[in-house]
Structures are given as structure tokens and as C-alpha cells.
């Protein structure tokens, strides 16, 4: 009956005084109830409760605040909040807890819902409501919630109403239950959603709870959840390593993709695989393997611009994998997947989830392991091995790595792709990088070298929307606890620009570089722009807003360089102050595609004329 939920810290303490018999006779139900919630999920390791205003969550917010263990942030927006909760849990791999009032609040949050649940991140709901008689009966503030996140969600409850019939244990143990259900593999979000009748807080009751509450006398002293869970391990079995071991010991060129890694996954034992393999290793940029590679000594092999060669055509029909071995998320590249696609020997993906991972429909094994355990694993089983493209590969890197830092070194005008680059070369060390979607991933995807700076990396890449970019951003520093810098493009910056409002309830420097080139510019990639009579109006949206008046709103200092040399010094000073700041940097969409297109042909041009991958 006690002990620490599974995978949360066990967090010994006092009942709150407020929830100790002989001290509760004036204490309305549901003010007893809300702190037995509160109480509960911070002995679950639930410690960090995102609130934002309104009435009927009255009781739930006044519990945490009471609650001395609980840490609060509060925002105005629910849907910034719920960002902001899905980046901590991102970081931590711990949920958040997030309380609103009823109606569209409860709406707001759907967008972060859909992140975590695509992305496998833990998230749980605290989603307050009237109670059943009130509706359908058009009461105010009142929708259908039960339920209302559909199959987003990993497990929901509609909690009664609080009533002396239902035994406090009851409510105990759905709060462990739900936590559970938060962090046991597949993570993801959870609702309960609490049923509250008015008055939603009263000190005229002078009913005694003892009676009550006394089913929970060794809850009371134990100072830890009322339900153990134990904790279940996605471990591989012996049949599988052993399976693929044989896959991979009759290939001649194999291939090791790594994408986006979950926190707390051993990036270790997939890099040591990877050595023992001699295998090329293609770290997507949210995998977070190229920011560790030369720390632990493994950088031989790992390589991080093959999406700008694997453009090459013929390089891709020439070079083929007769196995590859994927591990992790999906990869940003568009080249990458194409040659995923165009390959036709076993490509086997492992992740930590149940769900179909196969868009291009080449799976022909799937493995439901934790990345890192069934490196590990598979590196106990197999002999060493080699693949006749790691020196391809390796050539091919080092093609591309000189083009790039040539590039950079010779340009001064202002680009985005030498903005990510400078960014990812100079942010400091064990600090946190935060991508937006569209330009900023593929940008830093492209052209980041590997590093030993033990970067944590996030992005929202389970459905790849820019909306709550800057919440998620501050939420994954806070989680982090390290200085962050977020990389973002001027349409995910104005999608959330309340979320600013975020920034002072950490108390690490967030340093945001806005990438603004007056609309959307990866449209300028796609086959649409040659839609000129429509491209600007509907597709690119230019607005010509800059972001210096918003800075001033909230208090942040402003920069706006105009050169490559004035940007390096710039964002060095930033993150050197250790306070939070806007750095804007004006680019042009037309500009940055003829950029990038004379980069491709460069690197195509170079390694054309390689004895290596021409012999």
C-alpha cells in the first residue's frame, strides 16, 4: 500500500496541515478533496502543477498553493501552458501537472495533447468541470468534456463530484493510477476531469472528516502514494537480439540511422553499438547523439550532413544499404527518408512504442524496446563487423564539413542557415537547444557538426506544428534547469507571442533568435512557389512585423544585427549576461533558397571530383 510510484523520485513528507485529521472541521469536501489530488500527485513525483485562471478550478488551485511541495507556474493562457508543461516533461521525462477552469480552457490545451501523444511524452489533466446534472443544460461555461482529447490521450477519467459516499482511497488511488498511465511506456497524456458543484469553496461547513479520512491513517504517516506500481522495463528479448544479430552479421553494408531519443535513453550504448558495428551512424539532430559523440569518445563514424549529399541522386543508387537499422524517431531529413524509401534490403526500426512507425512503408522488423537497452543488448550478442560504406560516408562528411565551414567563414551577409550554424558552434557548454519547426530544424539538421558539448536538443516533432514553439521552449529550460537557446522562425514566434509572458517564471536565461524573413520560408522549397500569381498572398503570408515593440512588452533585451560578424557577437553577449533576450536576425525567403541551392551544388561538385567515392 505504500511505496513510490513507478518511475517517479519517492518524496517523503508531512500530510499538509490543512489535510490532518483534527484539522479539516471547517474545510469543505471539495477543498478536501482537491488537497488529497494535490497531495497525492506529489508523492507520485507530479511536483510541477501549470495553472491557468478561472473559477471552477477554484479548489484545485487553492490546494496547490497551500500545498508547501508543490511548484506553481502561472500563465493566462492554456494553451502556452499546456506547451510549456509538454517541454518540462520533455526535458525530464516527468510529467507536469496542468489545472484549468471549464468550457474552452479545457479546448486550449488540445494542441500540446496532440504533441505529447505523438511524441510519447508524459502530460496529465487536470480539467475542472460542473457536475453531471448541469449538463446539456446549457449552463454557462460548460461544454462536453469527458473524453474530449479522443484517442490523443493514454487513459481519461470523469471524476464525481466530491460526495462522502466515495471513499478517499478511491480518489487516491485513480491519482495513481492516472500517473501511471502518464509514464509507463508508451508516455503520454492523461485526463481526470473533476467534477466540482458549487460553492466551489466554503468555511461554513463544521463537519468533522476523521471518520472519514480514517481509512487513510497509514497513508497519513507514510508520506508516500497509497498504490505501488512497480516498475515495468522495455527490455528486448533474447529471441530478437538474437534474430537480428544473425540480420546483421550476413549484411555487407550496413547502416545505423538514430532519430529523435526520448530523455534519459542511453545515447552511450547505441554510440558503442555503432563502434562495435563499424557502421556509419546518421544522427538526426534531435537525437542529441552528435553532442555527445566526441565527449565519450565515439565521434569515428557519426555523421551529420548526409542530408545535403544524400541529395545526390546518384550517390544514393550507387551507395545502398542492404540493412539498416533505425533507431528512434522519425528523421527531419527529406533526403534521408527518401533514401530510406529507394533502399531495398531489411531496415529494421526499434523504438520505446507500439505505434506504426513506417511512412514510407519499408519496415520489414519492428522491435518495441527501448533504444539504448537494446543497443546494449544487441552489442552483448554480435562480433564485431564492418559495412562497406562507413569510409564513403566518412568521405562524404568530410567533403561537406569543408564546404560548410568555408561558407561560413567567407560570408558575412546575414542567412539563416550561417545563423544555425554559428548558434549550435558557439552555444556553451551542457546547455539546452530548442528548434522550431519548419526552417530552424532542417537548418540546424543540415548543417550542425558534431560536438562534444553535451547539448540537450527539443523539438516538437510528433506532429511538426509551430504553435506553442516559445512556451515549449521555456518549459524545456525550466525542465533543464541550464541556460537555452531557442531557434525559431518569425510565423512560430507571432503564433505564440503571449508565451513571453512565460519567461519570467523560470530562473534560467532564455536566449530566442528569431530567424524573421516576413513569412513562411519553407514554402519557398516547395513546388508551390512556382504559383506566383497566389505564392505571397496564401502560402508565404508576408506580415512586416518586427519583433523589437514585443521585446519591450515583456521586458527583454532587443538585438537586431545585420551581419554574420555583428551576429556572433551578439549572441556571444547574450549568453554570456545569463539574462534572457530577443535576437532578431532579417533574412530574405528568395535569398535563403538561392543559398542553400548553391551550398548543394558545392558539396555535389566536390564530391564528384573525390577519387573515393568516384574510384
Known amino acids: 500500500m505504500t511505496g513510490s510510484l513507478h518511475s517517479c523520485e519517492a518524496l517523503p513528507q508531512s500530510t499538509p496541515r490543512s489535510l490532518r485529521q483534527g484539522q479539516t472541521s471547517s474545510m469543505g469536501l471539495n477543498h478536501l478533496w482537491s488537497g488529497l489530488i494535490i497531495e497525492e500527485l506529489i508523492r507520485c513525483g507530479v511536483t510541477t502543477l501549470c495553472i491557468s485562471p478561472g473559477s471552477r478550478s477554484t479548489p484545485l488551485v487553492i490546494a496547490a498553493a497551500e500545498n508547501k511541495q508543490a511548484r506553481t507556474v502561472v500563465h493566462t493562457d492554456e494553451r502556452g501552458t499546456a506547451f510549456y508543461a509538454m517541454g518540462y516533461a520533455k526535458a525530464t521525462g516527468r510529467p507536469a501537472a496542468l489545472v484549468c477552469t471549464s468550457g474552452t480552457a479545457v479546448a486550449n490545451y488540445f494542441p500540446a495533447v496532440i504533441e505529447a501523444g505523438q511524441s510519447a511524452i508524459p502530460l496529465l489533466i487536470l480539467s475542472s468541470d460542473r457536475?453531471?446534472?448541469?449538463?446539456?443544460?446549457?449552463?454557462?461555461?460548460?461544454?462536453?468534456?469527458?473524453?474530449?482529447?479522443?484517442?490523443?490521450?493514454?487513459?481519461?477519467?470523469?471524476?464525481?463530484?466530491?460526495?462522502?459516499?466515495?471513499?478517499?482511497?478511491?480518489?487516491?488511488?485513480?491519482?495513481?493510477?492516472?500517473?501511471?498511465?502518464?509514464?509507463?511506456?508508451?508516455?503520454?497524456?492523461?485526463?481526470?476531469?473533476?467534477?466540482?458543484?458549487?460553492?466551489?469553496?466554503?468555511?461554513?461547513?463544521?463537519h468533522g472528516w476523521d471518520n472519514y479520512l480514517s481509512i487513510l491513517d497509514q497513508w497519513h504517516k507514510s508520506g508516500q502514494s497509497f498504490t505501488t506500481y512497480a516498475k515495468s522495463r522495455s527490455i528486448p528479448s533474447t529471441e530478437d537480439t538474437d534474430r537480428i544479430g544473425k540480420m546483421i552479421e550476413g549484411c555487407e553494408n550496413g547502416l545505423l540511422i538514430v532519430g529523435q531519443l526520448s530523455a534519459g535513453t542511453n545515447k552511450k550504448a547505441i554510440m558503442d553499438l555503432a563502434s562495435q558495428l563499424g557502421w556509419p551512424l546518421l544522427a538526426d539532430i534531435n537525437s542529441g547523439i552528435r553532442f555527445a559523440c566526441s565527449a565519450s569518445g565515439n565521434a569515428k563514424g557519426v555523421v551529420a550532413h548526409y542530408d545535403l549529399y544524400l541529395r545526390i541522386e546518384d550517390f544514393r543508387k550507387r551507395f545502398y544499404p542492404d540493412l539498416i537499422l533505425h533507431m528512434g524517431g522519425m528523421p527531419v531529413s527529406k533526403s534521408l527518408n527518401q533514401y530510406i524509401e529507394e533502399s531495398r534490403g531489411e531496415y529494421i526500426v526499434v523504438n520505446s512504442h507500439p505505434f506504426r512507425q513506417d511512412p514510407m512503408f519499408r519496415v520489414t522488423q519492428r522491435v518495441e524496446s527501448d533504444p539504448g537497452r537494446f543497443a546494449q543488448k544487441l552489442s552483448e550478442r554480435i562480433q564485431k563487423t564492418a559495412s562497406g560504406l562507413t569510409d564513403i560516408f566518412c568521405q562524404a562528411e568530410e567533403i561537406s564539413s569543408a564546404v560548410i565551414r568555408n561558407s561560413v567563414m567567407t560570408q558575412d551577409k546575414i542567412s539563416e542557415w550561417a545563423v544555425s550554424c554559428v548558434v549550435l558552434d558557439s552555444v556553451a557548454e551542457d546547455s539546452g537547444i530548442y528548434l522550431g519547426n519548419s526552417m530552424p530544424v532542417r537548418e540546424a539538421d543540415a548543417f550542425a557538426a558534431c560536438s562534444g558539448k553535451a547539448l540537450a536538443v527539443g523539438c516538437n516533432r510528433g506532429a511538426n506544428g509551430i504553435d506553442g514553439t516559445i512556451a515549449s521552449a521555456i518549459g524545456f529550460a525550466a525542465g533543464l534547469n541550464r541556460p537555452t537557446t531557442l531557434l525559431a522562425g518569425d510565423l512560430a514566434v507571432l503564433h505564440d507571442i503571449n508565451s513571453l509572458g512565460l519567461i519570467n517564471k523560470i530562473h534560467v536565461p532564455l536566449t530566442i533568435v528569431v530567424l524573421n524573413n516576413d513569412g513562411g520560408g519553407i514554402f519557398s522549397f516547395l513546388p508551390v512557389v512556382k504559383l506566383t500569381e497566389h505564392f505571397e498572398t496564401y502560402f508565404a503570408t508576408p506580415h512586416g512585423l518586427r519583433f523589437k515593440k514585443a521585446a519591450e512588452l515583456f521586458g527583454l533585451p532587443y538585438e537586431n544585427p545585420s551581419s554574420m560578424a555583428s551576429f556572433r557577437k551578439v549572441y556571444q553577449r547574450s549568453i554570456d549576461s545569463g539574462t534572457s533576450s530577443i535576437i532578431e536576425v532579417h533574412t530574405r525567403r528568395d535569398k535563403n533558397l538561392v543559398e542553400h541551392e548553391m551550398i548543394w551544388k558545392r558539396v555535389a561538385e566536390e564530391i564528384g571530383r573525390s577519387p573515393v567515392l568516384n574510384g
Request: charged share 20%; aromatic share 10%; glycine share 2%.
Open 131 to 206: 457536475p453531471v446534472e448541469l449538463r446539456d443544460t446549457r449552463s454557462p461555461q460548460t461544454i462536453n468534456q469527458v473524453n474530449i482529447f479522443g484517442d490523443y490521450l493514454r487513459w481519461h477519467f470523469d471524476l464525481p463530484a466530491p460526495d462522502t459516499a466515495i471513499s478517499p482511497s478511491f480518489l487516491l488511488t485513480t491519482i495513481d493510477q492516472a500517473v501511471y498511465r502518464a509514464v509507463s511506456r508508451p508516455a503520454g497524456p492523461v485526463q481526470i476531469n473533476c467534477q466540482f458543484r458549487d460553492p466551489l469553496i466554503s468555511n461554513r461547513e463544521k
